[in-house]
């Protein structure tokens, strides 16, 4: 494989690592009540550059403000 090809399987990956993330903190457990979303953004920031990729979650938090500022209810009523 290619220098270019693992790098792209990687950036997928660590994109993945954050939505899965902040879909597993804003979803209701078995074990625990989903925590708001404003909550779960500021994890998101706490653990970047220590378990999740900086850009990823900089990226992924603005584009997620982009989208509740067009459709409030999206994230911060979704069901859980």
Known sequence: RSTRVRSLAASDVYK???VDSYDAMISRRPY???MPASEAK???QRC???QYDPQVVETFLRVLDEEESVTPDLVTNAPG
């Open 16 to 18: 993945r690592q954050v």
């Open 32 to 34: 625990r009540e989903p």
């Open 42 to 44: 500021i994890e998101l």
């Open 48 to 50: 970047a550059g220590l």
